[in-house]
Structure formats: structure tokens, C-alpha cells
């Protein structure tokens, strides 16, 4: 009787030190700070050519806000994805979130993507803005063959 009175208690002590620890991670979790960023493949791209945008978020992501993010006229959304890494380093825990986008821009010129805002409870984070130029493509359009013969 004493014995498992004892494996009980054990049992007990075992349980408060996983709570225990439970909280000071997750009390570490929201102490994070949280961090935003936007990076794109290339900063010049050919008109008709397609890139790619994403936007991380580091830290605690519980209670973000993440509106859509708005797109210079002329950028047609081509596809997107999203990603979460979740990493548990000593007694740290780190979070990210990635937003991917692909973008086919369809006019040629200089844009601004961004900036993107992120909202946590009150507080606005956002991306720095990142310059594109569209260029005319170098290379003549697609000669349409009508399967004839032709000499040079």
C-alpha cells in the first residue's frame, strides 16, 4: 500500500513538472516578439515572366491578423502557398510563417510591392516596400509556324 501510495505520488510530482514546464514554454512563447518581412527572387523581372514574393513572420503567430495582401494593378496572382515551421531549441520555442506568392507582372514599369501589415492584438507590423521594375521582354514574340517549308 505504501508503494503505490508512493508510485502515485511520484506519478503526481511528474504530472506538476510537465505542467510546470509546459507553462514556462508557453509563457516563453508569448513573450516572443514578433518580426515581419518581405523578400521577392528578383527585384527586375521580363514582362510575362513570373516571380516570387514571400512574406515571413517570426514569433509568437497565435493571435495574428493577416489581411490579404494588396497587389500593384498590372500583378496577376499566379499561385500562393503558405508554410509554418515550429522548432523547440533548449527552452525556446520558435514559430514561423511563411506567405508565398507567385506573381506574373503584366505591364511593363516600376512598382512598389508592400508594404504588408500584419496585426497582433493593437500592434500594426509591416514589411518594408520593395521596388520592381518590368521590363519589355528582349526577345521577339512566339513566330506562329504554318508547318510550311522555307529556305534560308
Same mark, same amino acid.
Request: hydrophobic share 40%; no cysteine; aromatic share 6%.
Given at each position: *500500500?505504501? !508503494?503505490?501510495?508512493?508510485?502515485l505520488?511520484?506519478r503526481? &510530482?511528474?504530472?506538476? !513538472?510537465?505542467?510546470? &514546464?509546459l507553462l514556462t514554454?508557453?509563457?516563453?512563447v508569448g513573450?516572443? %516578439? !514578433?518580426a &515581419?518581412?518581405a523578400?521577392v527572387d528578383? %527585384? &527586375?523581372?521580363?514582362l510575362g515572366?513570373?516571380?516570387n514574393?514571400t @512574406? ?5 503567430t ?7 495582401p494588396?497587389?500593384?494593378?498590372g500583378?496577376e496572382i ?9 522548432s523547440?531549441?533548449g527552452?525556446?520555442?520558435e514559430?514561423s *510563417?511563411?506567405l508565398?506568392?507567385?506573381l506574373l507582372?503584366?505591364r511593363?514599369?516600376?512598382f512598389?510591392?508592400?508594404p504588408?501589415?500584419i ?5 500594426v507590423?509591416? %514589411?518594408?516596400?520593395?521596388?520592381i521594375t518590368?521590363?519589355?521582354s528582349? !526577345?521577339?514574340?512566339k513566330?506562329?509556324g504554318?508547318g510550311?517549308r522555307f %529556305? @534560308?
Open positions: *500500500m505504501a !508503494l503505490a501510495h508512493s508510485l505520488q511520484g503526481n &510530482v511528474s504530472r506538476f !513538472l510537465s505542467l510546470a &514546464v514554454l508557453s509563457s516563453s513573450a516572443d %516578439t !514578433l &515581419v518581412s523578400k528578383k %527585384t &527586375v523581372v521580363d515572366n513570373p516571380m514574393l @512574406i515571413t513572420i517570426n514569433g509568437d497565435a493571435k495574428v491578423q493577416i489581411p490579404a494588396s497587389f500593384p494593378e500583378f499566379i499561385g500562393r502557398s503558405q508554410s509554418t515551421n515550429f523547440i531549441r527552452s525556446s520555442i514559430r *510563417m511563411g508565398n506568392f507567385v507582372p503584366q511593363p514599369g516600376t512598389q510591392l508592400g504588408f501589415k496585426q497582433r492584438d493593437k500592434t507590423f509591416q %514589411t518594408e516596400p520593395i521596388e518590368v521590363k519589355k528582349v !526577345l521577339p514574340p513566330l506562329q504554318s510550311g %529556305t @534560308i
